[in-house]
């Protein structure tokens, strides 16, 4: 071992520096054509969230939605500033109760509709106090992985 030298990398590392000051990190010397053209990363907040404020995670644990892609453990994003029309996916109180449903309205009653053939369509007259609305989904986060 006498007489060997050993060689290592010119830069031994400091806290002083972070990846943003360090112009490249290519062994040859010139940069990466992207490296012009560095973007921060995405931000999910700003991307589904349009009120913060009025803006709730629910968890789904029900299979009545199954036909509109909404499945037991996804995640539900619900805005409640979004005004219920009908055809939204709503979450609806009824007695007590929160449901996932599909909002339908004709001029003189409302359906919360099923997207799952083992539950039955919901009834309401337009005067019902036992339901109402709580918000209006807006997205279904869909783990890929159990």
């Known amino acids: 071992m006498d007489g060997e030298e050993w060689y290592g990398a010119a830069y031994k590392g400091t806290k002083q520096y972070d990846q943003w000051e360090v112009p490249t990190a290519n062994a040859t010397g010139f940069g990466a054509a992207s490296d012009d053209f560095v973007e921060r990363g995405i931000d999910l907040n700003e991307q589904l969230i349009r009120n913060k404020p009025a803006t709730f995670f629910f968890r789904m644990n029900s299979d009545a939605m199954t036909g509109a892609g909404i499945f037991s453990g996804d995640t539900l994003i619900v805005d409640r500033s979004i005004k219920a029309v009908s055809g939204k996916i709503i979450i609806a109180i009824l007695d007590g109760e929160l449901l996932v449903r599909r909002l339908h309205k004709t001029i003189n009653s409302i359906t919360l509709q ?31 992985t159990p």
Request: aromatic share 12%.
């Open 114 to 144: 099923s997207e799952n053939k083992k539950f039955a369509d919901i009834p309401l007259s337009g005067f019902d106090d036992r339901a109402h609305v709580w918000g209006v989904v807006t997205y279904s986060i869909h783990p890929l």
